[in-house]
């Protein structure tokens, strides 16, 4: 069983920039691709962040340019480096974790296990 804990999350202003963790119970990185996903309040969740065993990654357009996300090995841990923020990037974050990790995905429906989630505000 994968348990995935996100650590990060808080209260910004609009430009401002926060780094979210997840740390990964067991180590899944050459077999699991990840990624990070966020659900606004009365909206779908949304992927954000994707990342397969070789380290290739994926981003939708909303967040290209603006949002990184890395793992290190070492430590078990996924990270989402997320600049110059938007009220619009205000959600509820949670990382994500499936196999075989030979591709990366933003779609919801592909991964098995989550964490709780860490919450992002952006003031304006």
């Known amino acids: 069983q994968v348990q995935l804990a996100e650590s990060g999350g808080g209260s910004v202003q609009a430009g401002g920039s926060l780094r979210l963790s997840c740390e990964v119970s067991?180590?899944?990185?050459?077999?699991?691709?990840m990624a990070w996903f966020r659900q606004a309040p009365g909206k779908e969740r949304e992927g954000v962040a994707a990342?397969?065993?070789?380290?290739?990654?994926l981003y939708p357009d909303s967040v290209k340019g603006r949002f990184t996300i890395s793992k290190d090995n070492a430590k078990n841990t996924l990270y989402l480096q997320m600049n110059n923020l938007k009220p619009e990037d205000t959600a509820l974050y949670s990382c994500?974790?499936?196999?075989?990790?030979?591709?990366?995905?933003?779609?919801?429906?592909?991964?098995?296990?989550w964490g709780q989630g860490t919450q992002v505000t952006v003031s304006s």
């Open positions: 994500a974790a499936d196999s075989p990790g030979n591709y990366a995905t933003l779609r919801p429906i592909d991964y098995t296990y």
């Open positions: 067991k180590y899944t990185y050459s077999n699991y691709r």
């Open positions: 990342i397969n065993n070789s380290g290739r990654t």
